[in-house]
Nanobody, 121 residues
Framework: QVQLVETGGGLVQPGGSLRLSCAPN????????MAWYRQVPGKSRDVVAT???????SYSDSVKGRFTISRNSAENTVYLQMNNLKPEDTAIYYC???????????????WGQGTQVTVSS
């Protein structure tokens, strides 16, 4: 069973930077749209940034100008570069990707387990 694995979370001071990475832990035939979401306990999981197969990106207003989503299609990896972090960015960050894992199935959405990002002095 293929899973998405996120890395790069941690504790950072306000104004600092972190880079999150996410990739499948097994082989896949193809990777389509990819995205990052975040969730604070007791609240809904909200989209942070998305990137299409062709590299078109979109961002939530709260992170625009501070976060950058990118991908390495050859390695089926998506990144989230987070700069000028604020305490309100504290959340569990999840990646999601539409993956085609084998020829007998259709592409479908997969989610990672999440990585904690804490912004605090």
């Amino acid at each position: 069973q293929v899973q998405l694995v996120e890395t790069g979370g941690g504790l950072v001071q306000p104004g600092g930077s972190l880079r999150l990475s996410c990739a499948p832990n097994g082989s896949v035939l193809s990777t389509y749209n990819m995205a990052w979401y975040r969730q604070v306990p007791g609240k809904s999981r909200d989209v942070v940034a998305t990137i299409t197969t062709g590299g078109i990106t979109s961002y939530s207003d709260s992170v625009k100008g501070r976060f950058t989503i990118s991908r390495n299609s050859a390695e089926n990896t998506v990144y989230l570069q987070m700069n000028n972090l604020k305490p309100e960015d504290t959340a569990i960050y999840y990646c999601t990707a539409n993956l085609w894992v084998d020829a007998l199935s259709q592409p479908k959405d997969y989610w990672g387990q999440g990585t904690q990002v804490t912004v605090s002095s």
